[in-house]
């Protein structure tokens, strides 16, 4: 396939020197760098069960976010409790 994209001229500067340095041509660079995204998994890939069971919560991301903060705290309480005993 061959794809035509307009790049702003820092990136395509960026390009440049990022072949240069992997001695390569920019259009060669750009194309494994985007085969490369293309076979990273998305988020939801790699969260697939762990999403399902957040959204099945019903929780807020915000909800989420101050649980996670509370239970980090409790965490760290308890480390803390265990090395001074």
Avoid at 60 to 67: C, P, S
Wanted: aromatic residues 4%.
């Amino acid at each position: 396939m061959v794809l035509r994209l307009s790049i702003s001229p820092k990136a395509e500067a960026r390009l440049k020197a990022k072949a240069a340095a992997a001695g390569v041509d920019m259009e060669s660079y750009a194309s494994s760098q985007l085969e490369v995204a293309a076979q990273r998994p998305t988020l939801e890939e790699l969260s697939g069960p762990t999403a399902e069971a957040f959204e099945e919560t019903g929780m807020t991301e915000d909800e989420l976010a101050e649980f996670l903060e509370q239970e980090k705290h409790a965490m760290r309480a308890e480390r803390r409790a265990k090395r001074s005993t």
